[in-house]
């Protein structure tokens, strides 16, 4: 992987668990409504799974050999 597919892996793991966070608030605040029978806790986690390794492969790229 390169460096512009990192960034764009970081970015989208980012966008993934802001949307798992937002979507556990709202569950929490409408717990009947539609979206509180999807995954946010899920989603969260995978996003910051998927951040974690591209901020661990990104500094593996930009540190000097």
Known sequence: ????????????????A?????GDYLRRRAPLAWHAHLPWN???????????FAAAHLFNLVRPQ
């Open 42 to 52: 899920g989603a969260a986690f995978a996003g910051v799974a998927i951040a974690l």
């Open 1 to 16: 992987m390169d460096i512009d597919t990192t960034l764009i892996g970081l970015a989208g793991g980012l966008g993934l």
């Open 18 to 22: 802001a949307i798992g966070a937002l």
